[in-house]
Structures are given as structure tokens and as C-alpha cells.
T-cell receptor
Framework: QKEVEQDPGPLSVPEGAIVSLNCTYS??????FMWYRQYSRKGPELLMY????GNKEDGRFTAQVDKSSKYISLFIRDSQPSDSATYLC??????????FGTGTRLKVLA | NAGVTQTPKFQVLKTGQSMTLQCAQD?????MYWYRQDPGMGLRLIYY???????DKGEVPNGYNVSRLNKREFSLRLESAAPSQTSVYFC????????FGPGTRLTVL
């Protein structure tokens, strides 16, 4: 079993839709959770970072962590064509080991 | 503030050739990493350096060597390139979250 599981998609939504991206993880020692956005032929770009359980909001993006079910989510409100990218979840226990999901491809249709 | 920079952006090698991928960061981070990214495999850690003067193997170190030249720079060397090393290589540095460079697209023929 992979330590972090992420549905690869692709996920296609119309412009303006609410997008929900999800990951599950297996190790309860993970404390820090991140979402990265990766445009085609570019490096991953840090979008959101949360510690432990709860929600964090930044503009149209909300990151949610539920440690009891080992489930992390990224919600995108009012999605735009410019949000079309691959989204990677990542986690770490605070050591040098980071675990990444394989990424979900999102396409927002104009 | 350039963040993490990588050179070259693209490279084509023949089997058996050697090359060094360069990485530099200007965020004063202690930790630096090298990953490769392949379709369907996600990001896989090759080597990391927790601090200047230390390096450790990651998940897929075979066929690679690294040098942490100073706090800013961390290089990845392929001594004898193989077609299986065709990939996109990313360097990253971190405080707690990781920041990635733009990548090097390597093809080994």
C-alpha cells in the first residue's frame, strides 16, 4: 500500500464549478500537509500548507485535513481555466522524508 | 529572489555519457533534495542533503551521485547514463515546506 494515495483523474469541470481534490494517507505520524500545483512542463508550486487537522483558506482555495480518517482535501471555488494543472498532495512527519501523491490532473473548461 | 534554479533546462545524452545537473537556492535553506518525476510514478527521491556537508540516499539512488558544494548548491551527477534515467529531474529546498526548481528534462538515447 502506498503511503499516500491520490486519484490520477483526469477531472474535467466547467468554469465556475467547485472542485474537490482528495488524498488519503496511511501513517498517523504525518503532521504537515501540503498541496502543490504543477503546470505542464513546470516545477511544482506550493499552494497551501496546513499543520494537523482543520481548515485553511486562501482566496479561492481551501485545504482541509481530517486526521481521524487520514483524509486531506483541496477545494477550489469558482474554478477558472487557469486552474487547469496537476495537483499534488504531500505530507511529512517533520523529518526529511516527504511523501507525494502521484497527482490529479484537472481541466477547467471555458 | 530567484528561489531554486536549475541548469540545464534540457539535455540529450547518449548511453554511457556523463553529466552533472546543477541546483542553487537563495532562500538560506539547510535541506536540499533531488527528485525524478516519471509518468504514473510521481516524484521519487534520489538523494537529499539535510545540511551542508551531509548527503543521504533516497528511494532511487542507483546510478547517481551528489555533491553538496555549499549551503546554496547541490549537484546531481550521472556517471554513465542509461535510457532508464530518461526523466524530468527536480531540485528542491526546504525549511518545513519544499520549494521546487523548474526542472531539467533529460533524454538518454
Amino acid at each position: 500500500q502506498k503511503e499516500v494515495e491520490q486519484d490520477p483523474g483526469p477531472l474535467s469541470v466547467p468554469e465556475g464549478a467547485i472542485v474537490s481534490l482528495n488524498c488519503t494517507y496511511s501513517n498517523s505520524a504525518f503532521q504537515y500537509f501540503m498541496w502543490y500545483r504543477q503546470y505542464s512542463r513546470k516545477g511544482p508550486e506550493l499552494l497551501m500548507y496546513t499543520y494537523s487537522s482543520g481548515n485553511k483558506e486562501d482566496g479561492r482555495f481551501t485545504a482541509q485535513v481530517d486526521k481521524s480518517s487520514k483524509y486531506i482535501s483541496l477545494f477550489i471555488r469558482d474554478s477558472q481555466p487557469s486552474d487547469s494543472a496537476t495537483y499534488l498532495c504531500a505530507t511529512t512527519s517533520g523529518t526529511y522524508k516527504y511523501i507525494f501523491g502521484t497527482g490529479t490532473r484537472l481541466k477547467v473548461l471555458a | 529572489n530567484a528561489g531554486v534554479t536549475q541548469t540545464p533546462k534540457f539535455q540529450v545524452l547518449k548511453t554511457g555519457q556523463s553529466m552533472t545537473l546543477q541546483c542553487a537556492q537563495d532562500m538560506n535553506h539547510n535541506s536540499m533534495y533531488w527528485y525524478r518525476q516519471d509518468p504514473g510514478m510521481g516524484l521519487r527521491l534520489i538523494y537529499y542533503s539535510a545540511s551542508e556537508g551531509t548527503t543521504d540516499k533516497g528511494e532511487v539512488p542507483n546510478g547517481y551521485n551528489v555533491s553538496r558544494l555549499n549551503k546554496r548548491e547541490f549537484s546531481l551527477r550521472l556517471e554513465s547514463a542509461a535510457p532508464s534515467q530518461t526523466s524530468v529531474y527536480f531540485c528542491a529546498s526546504s525549511d518545513l515546506t519544499q520549494y521546487f526548481g523548474p526542472g531539467t528534462r533529460l533524454t538518454v538515447l
